[in-house]
């Protein structure tokens, strides 16, 4: 498939349709009607939360709280969503089918919060819903997802922030590094370093028995069908190449999208990625590499080199300087320079256009106002291409010559069908 995306610069979203009234009936346990429940006012949207675990419960919860009413939550994991019900107030409807939730007119808003290899199918089927989604990151498990999902965003003008924080909440310090690099601070930029670490080893892991909580069938979706092992699924599933793309995706979600916004590559990418890895070769183990050493080359000769040794940030090395930047630091002789001679008052704002604000608050005002949020879908697909052409590079062992126009692998049909992936019956992805 070859589909032609605009910028996020170029993207405009229009009115959404009101919300309809009326509920339907939960898929196994139900409740009184959320909104009245919640005491819902008319300017805060009622939001389904899909997926419910610790990533959801740990910070997100509480941000769309803020925002919006939280009428139904859905998790696979009976207890996660048992648990996830309380933590948005006791009083939202349950579902195991995330299906059943979409089909509530009276929804608006969603909030996705799954392992990987669900995040494409359900941001689909709630745009296709006419859902506003909020969706953490990695967005994809391969290329090809995200071309469909910014397809399907087009035709449906919906409103869809990617979980990446790191364009808005880190302290402004990505923010002030990409303010220098607009400003000219280190002059041309001849490369960049994203380190972001390396994944575990583990393993074989024996079959367990599926616990009853449990819908594992549905949990696996798309990937292949497998014996259920307590080290596939929550948080573990990143360490497994059926369900994640390892820390190549997990981190490099944050750094290279920092990376690629720095550059100017929101709405292009790479004309070629090579590299080397070591990945475990344990039956019925971890299988995302271990370490690994990727570099990525674009037309104007920018090199964005992506490894798992070194400290944790991006190191941007330019003509005129080079500094560092991690979400605990900022440092280097353009930082200190900045004392003496610091940004225009309004760099940060003409970047992020508008004053800085909360991941989840840039979300809703977007949601009224109908503009793209800050990590639009657009930019995070072309930043994800590059995690994915780079997984791709390092477990093929060769060069991946990559067209950015037609968003394709040129001259190797083996690595051409990596693109996308194999899917289960009854979970394919339909745009």
Known sequence: MSHHLPSRRQFLATTSTAAAAGLTVPYWMTSQSARAAEGSKNDRPLVGCIGTGDRWKGGL?????RHGDIVAVCDVDRKHAEQGREKAGGKADIYEDYRKLLDRDDIEVVSIVTPDHWHSKI???AMKAGKDIYCEKPLTLTIDEGKLICKVLEDTNRVFQVGTQQRTEMNKRFLTA??????GRIGKVKKVTCAIGGAPTGGPFEP???PPELNWDMWLGQAPMVDYTEKRVHYEFRWWYEYSGGKMTDWGAHHVDIASWALGADDTGPVSVEGTAKHPNIPNGYNTATEFMVNCKYADDVELVIRHDTENGITFEGEDGTFFVSRGSLTGKPVDDLKDKPLPEDAIVKLYGGVPTSHMANFFDCVKSRKQPISDVFSHHRAM???HLANIAIRLGRKIEWDPEAETIVGDSEALSMQSR?????YEIVA
């Open 385 to 387: 291409t590059t995690c």
């Open 123 to 125: 941001a689909i089927d």
């Open 208 to 210: 367990m028995p599926v």
């Open 422 to 426: 194999p899917q289960r019956k009854g």
């Open 61 to 65: 919860v509480g941000g769309i709280r």
């Open 178 to 183: 990409i303010a220098m690099i607009r400003d």
